[in-house]
């Protein structure tokens, strides 16, 4: 299976980078985000930004962004273009295309993110570094090279499912913005609480052990990922996907 | 390997109300160029999808190169090629890209698959236009590209969907000459769905013909020819009175006679006896011009199929 699956990444890599032209293949977009993630925002925080665990947080969200802009054409973009029945019609095995089309968005969120990752590091260095080299302390280090990880595959996750059924790429966008402002409801309802209750959880933040704290995170991370990925395999049948 | 490549017993399909494909059994021996004919909606597509296991059906079942489809459809798809009712081309990337992609997924080593890709695209005249996207390119050449993508790693069926669809006639007619070299050298089965009659009876060794779903004929296209459509002497002259068209409808062999603008056709159960026809016309006092035979076509014998078949459903609804 691993090699269908590397053949699924191969070809949707290779539709996402390979086209020809600055702006048809979005490389311009891909500059401008490794600019902006990987320069000016890390340089923008200064020295610091190499050193606090905060930053943790904020990697984590670039990967969702960069999934968010291609995973919902993994099978919507099939459907609409044509090409999902012949796809089905191949050797492959259920299994294969759908790790393929979620391994190929997760590859792409994630390998981009460690580059604007290792971008910034680079750029702190050249500016902030005065002769050393500038990194990030190796537990942060880690906790973003799973974080980020995770994040790609709840984004991969989520879209391939609202994609699965989607006859349109638009809709499936459409859906997948609904889907992820639904997975956020809870922080937007964080202002609502009362302010007793706002206290004893800032209290509780504050006073939180910073390795238990990251554990709890990359463990929830790691539950709505595998959850997302089971309903795709669910969700994933043959005789559905034509039907739609 | 088993003499018969697709077999159908009671197989059918239903969609909410819609019956689309009903009761149909059917045999396609192997090494057979298979026509599976039909007007448009007839259930041609349905039945692809069904021997190919992209849909289930609601009862029936379906045996496709010795393996049940119901329980083994993964095995028939890695069996088989096919170009279905789109070209299924992913046209961001180039020609040698989607035969590249489809080649990996066949799993064809390296080396044999870089060789393949290129005898394909030589043969198809598309070698020299192998780096360009395919968004660009006519849909004769995407047909043909698609065609070479289902035959990419030698597969022992080959489902064809319409191939030549909305192509004009020169790259249709390119693209049968194609389709009609490749299946005797590649040795492979071929199930080619189409409403081109012409195309069929060039083709095919053998047909099956389905409407809303249902089977009404299938066989060579010769046997099917004289089964069905009669063939005809037309005689133009004059003096065809009544009383000579009862005595010409009268001779043995004869089906029917049929008169219009001065012009005799005398339809017939079998072979035409046109030295009896004539010697009763002149005989009966008509002026003879000119004589023609002419012979059963499969046009003729594929629409008197669907006609008594309409006939049939109107009967069978007004009782």
């Not at chain 1, 890390?42 to 606090?52: A, D, F, I, N, Y």
């Not at chain 2, 040698?96 to 030589?122: Q, S, V």
């Not at chain 2, 489902?159 to 490749?182: I, K, Q």
């Amino acid at each position: 299976m691993f090699r269908d699956m590397r053949t699924i990444v191969w070809k949707e890599l290779k539709e996402i980078l390979g086209q020809r032209g600055l702006f048809k293949g979005g490389k311009a977009g891909l500059f401008i985000l490794l600019a902006c993630f990987g320069i000016i925002i890390p340089l923008q925080s200064g020295p610091q930004w190499v050193s606090s665990p905060l930053v943790m947080i904020y990697w984590a969200w670039v990967p969702f962004l960069l999934v968010s802009g291609i995973v919902t054409d993994s099978f919507a973009g099939e459907r609409e273009r044509h090409t999902l029945e012949t796809l089905l019609a191949s050797r492959l095995s259920d299994r294969a295309i759908l790790a393929g089309k979620i391994g190929a968005a997760v590859l792409y969120g994630w390998g981009l993110t460690l580059g604007c990752v290792l971008i910034g590091a680079v750029a702190m260095t050249a500016v902030h570094g005065k002769g050393r080299i500038l990194f990030y302390a190796w537990p942060v280090a880690l906790g973003i090279l799973v974080w980020t990880f995770l994040v790609a595959l709840i984004a991969s996750g989520l879209g391939v499912v609202v994609s699965l059924r989607a006859a349109t790429v638009r809709q499936a966008a459409q859906t997948f913005s609904v889907a992820f402002l639904i997975l956020f409801v809870p922080l937007f309802l964080l202002p609502m609480l009362p302010a007793s209750l706002k206290a004893k959880l800032m209290g509780l933040l504050a006073r939180a052990d910073f390795t238990a704290a990251a554990l709890v995170v990359t463990g929830l991370l790691l539950a709505a990922g595998v959850v997302f990925l089971l309903i795709a395999d669910v969700r994933f049948r043959r005789n559905r996907l034509i039907l739609d | 390997m088993s003499e018969i490549a697709i077999r159908t017993d009671k197989l059918g399909r239903d969609f909410k109300t819609v019956t689309a494909v009903d009761d149909l059994t059917l045999e396609v021996p192997a090494g057979a160029v298979f026509g599976f004919l039909g007007p448009n909606g007839a259930g041609k597509t349905t039945t692809i999808r069904l021997l190919l296991g992209l849909l289930e059906p609601t009862r029936g079942r379906a045996e496709v190169l010795g393996r049940d489809v119901g329980t083994n459809a993964g095995e028939v798809r890695a069996l088989s090629g096919a170009l279905l009712e789109h070209s299924g081309l992913y046209e961001r990337l180039s020609a040698e890209d989607n035969l590249e992609y489809y080649g990996r997924i066949w799993r064809l080593p390296a080396a044999d698959r870089k060789a393949r890709i290129r005898r394909l695209l030589e043969h198809f005249g598309l070698w020299d236009r192998r780096l360009e996207l395919t968004g660009a390119w006519s849909r004769g050449m995407k047909q043909k590209l698609a065609v070479a993508r289902a035959l990419l790693h030698r597969p022992r069926l080959v489902f064809l969907d319409e191939p030549t669809a909305g192509l004009d006639p020169v790259a249709a007619a390119s693209l049968r000459d194609d389709l009609s070299s490749l299946a005797a050298r590649e040795g492979a089965t071929v199930f080619l769905t189409t409403h081109n009659l012409d195309e069929a009876e060039r083709l095919c060794s053998r047909v099956a013909i389905i409407r809303s779903g249902r089977l009404l004929a299938d066989g060579p296209v010769e046997d099917l020819k004289r089964g069905l459509a009669a063939p005809a002497v037309d005689v133009r002259g004059r003096g065809f009175s009544p009383l000579l068209l009862e005595r010409v409808g009268a001779l043995p062999g004869v089906a029917r006679v049929e008169t219009a603008d001065g012009r005799l056709s005398v339809f017939w159960e079998a072979a035409p006896d046109t030295p009896r026809l004539l010697r009763a016309l002149v005989d009966g006092g008509a002026e003879v011009e000119e004589v023609a035979v002419r012979k059963p076509t499969f046009e003729a014998a594929f629409l008197k199929l669907i006609k008594d078949e309409t006939k049939e459903e109107a009967s069978c609804s007004a009782i």
